[in-house]
């Protein structure tokens, strides 16, 4: 073998090496709305449009309502689910405590999709799944209402920002 096939062969094996170390989304744990901690295990097999949620947003009763429909249409058989987020870090458009945000989205829009507490989604706080999200898709939310489609093995498809609705995504 020569030096260069010796070197390309080196570069592959630590390309894939390197790709079967980086967690998926999956693999992570969160807190649910309530307080308990989660694991998205729960959903590894299944699709998953993850979303960071606010209450006070001008995007908020278009989306949920979009959300909430997709939820109701795709989920029936358990293999997909909205993921919703709420984060305070865009306009300060989601103030209230999870208590709160969980009995908005259940009283306006009867959401039964899962809702996670209130989490940073960019910055040095982010939180890890998210930081997940955003290296795998190189897409950073810079408002409400961002959307990740995240495959059954964790793995980020596509990221639409705040002014792609759920319908663009799904009519496709």
């Known amino acids: 073998m020569s030096y260069c096939h010796v070197l ?3 570069l592959a094996i630590t390309a894939i090496a390197k790709c079967d170390d980086e967690p998926d989304f999956y693999t992570f ?5 309530e307080g308990d901690e989660v694991s998205l295990e729960e959903y590894r097999g299944t699709v998953s449009l993850v979303v960071n949620v606010a209450s006070l947003c001008g995007y908020t009763d278009t989306s949920y309502r979009a959300l909430k429909r997709l939820q109701d249409i795709l989920g029936y058989n358990q293999k997909f689910n909205v993921l919703a987020f709420p984060c305070n870090q865009f306009g300060e458009q989601e103030p209230y405590e999870d208590e709160v945000i ?3 989205a259940k009283t306006n829009y009867a959401v ?7 989490i940073d989604v960019i910055g040095e706080n982010a939180h890890p799944a998210f930081k997940n999200l955003i290296s795998q898709s190189s ?14 093995n964790g793995k980020v498809l596509k990221a639409w920002s705040t002014k792609t609705t759920v319908e663009e995504i799904f009519n496709r």
């Open 8 to 10: 390309i062969f080196f």
């Open 139 to 152: 897409v950073h939310p810079d408002w409400n209402f961002y959307k990740y489609l995240v495959d059954h």
């Open 102 to 104: 969980y009995n908005f």
């Open 112 to 118: 039964e999709f899962p809702m996670f507490s209130k």
């Open 29 to 33: 744990n969160v807190q649910d709305i």
